[in-house]
């Protein structure tokens, strides 16, 4: 069998099935009284914020030789998955840090990460990634950010869009091109600090959803870091990038995941209760198979998602399709979950008096956001073909 048809396999441990209980208390107790209010005021989850720091839960990915948890992938995926399913907003904070400090955690100097990733696993800080620009979306080779040495620092000019929690975050994974006549070989990762010289935030975009998530621009007009931010060396930000890809691709699966379950929950239990035709309506089988179908799709996503995570992290063979995959499908199913339910809630769901609509409007960017889904089709594609 050729390696990257190895078969996804995972089962949680008792300490993984304690963690998911444990987050899904903090959640329901701390976090979903606010996602309604978060979500109409399009505001930070500060509450979130407080109550996953305070628990570990901020940035449980980073080790413990810098004030981390040191949480294996599969656990990072869990906590995930367990906030996303009451507010799709809040799971960003750890999500986000994750991708915001992989490519450092993988590739970046000790003494780099002695300066940065403390005050991220504390929860003073946050981080945030920036790769994509406006005309260099998929195409994140064909970025225009450049970064040219200046004495003993670098100096960066350029701008990036679409950075989740940008405006929220101290710290920044930034991708810049230092050699231009070497395509996606000349583009190096650096760290850049929000009080850096010439860093500044741009707009804030209007979305559909996850609008307790500030999405922003970063710009950088001559901005001005030491030398020793940059991560690795010049020309490997690149492939720093899609390393990063590879971990959190599954946690964003995982949040998909953690939306789909929410929408179930809340379908199952609305339509054990709503009588029609003086019959509940799971006595219907039109809706009690829609909902048999939610099931099964979250439950294979689920596991997918974990057996992905495992893998990228112990860098197993056809890691990076199997994330791809693991993400593509797990958003694609929150996606027909979460339509479906509004459905069999009818007018109800279509309100906002039910988090359904609102769950089905943060699906959608599962859908889009680390990669489109069909550039992961891209990426399985050219596996299954090579």
């Known amino acids: 069998m ?52 305070k628990n570990g839960f901020g940035a449980p990915h ?3 030789q810098y004030g981390g948890e040191g949480a294996d992938a599969v656990s990072c995926c869990v906590v995930v998955e367990e906030v996303a399913r009451v507010c799709a907003s809040s799971s960003l ?21 002695q300066k940065v990733l ?56 930034v991708m810049a091109v230092t050699d ?3 395509g996606a070989h000349g583009i190096s990762a650096f760290i850049v600090h929000r009080d850096d010289e010439g860093f500044s935030i741009g707009n804030k975009e209007k979305k559909m959803g996850i609008k307790g998530s500030p999405t922003v621009e970063l710009l950088f007009d001559h901005c001005r870091i030491p030398g020793d931010r940059i991560i690795g060396e010049p020309g490997t930000g690149f492939k720093t990038a899609l390393q990063s890809l ?9 949040q998909a995941v953690g939306i789909a379950q929410g929408a179930l929950d809340a379908a199952a239990a609305y339509a054990k209760e709503r009588q029609q035709f003086g019959r509940p309506t799971t006595d219907f089988q039109g809706v009690s198979f829609m909902l048999a179908d939610m099931e099964m799709k979250i439950q294979a996503a689920r596991l997918m998602v974990y057996a992905s995570a495992e893998r990228a992290e112990r860098g197993g063979a056809g890691s990076t399709a199997l994330s791809s995959a693991a993400k593509c499908f797990a958003s694609d199913v929150a996606m027909e979950v979460t339509t479906n339910a509004v459905q069999v809630l009818g007018g109800a769901g279509y309100t906002r008096d039910f988090p359904l609509e609102r769950m089905m409007r943060d699906a959608k960017i599962t859908q889009i956001y680390e990669g489109t889904n069909q550039i992961q089709r891209l990426v399985i594609s050219r596996a299954l073909l090579r």
């Open 62 to 64: 980073i080790p413990e």
């Open 118 to 173: 403390p005050a991220i696993a504390s929860g003073e800080a946050l981080a945030s990634y920036g790769l994509s620009e406006r005309g260099a979306g998929s195409d994140a080779a064909s970025m225009r950010t450049k970064a040219r040495r200046d004495g003993d620092g670098w100096v960066i000019d350029g701008e990036k869009c679409w950075i989740s929690n940008g405006s929220e975050s101290t710290w920044y994974t």
């Open 2 to 53: 050729s390696t990257h048809t190895e078969p996804a396999r995972f089962a949680l441990s008792d300490e993984q099935e304690e963690l998911r209980a444990a987050v899904r208390a903090l959640a329901e107790r701390e976090i979903q009284p606010y996602a309604t209010d978060v979500d109409e005021r399009e505001r930070f989850p500060i509450e979130a914020r407080e109550a996953l720091a």
């Open 93 to 113: 904070i750890p999500a986000v840090n994750k991708l915001g400090t992989m490519g450092l955690i993988l590739n970046g100097s000790e003494e780099l990460k």
């Open 246 to 254: 590879d971990h959190t691709r599954p946690t964003i699966g995982a």
């Open 180 to 182: 231009p006549d070497k």
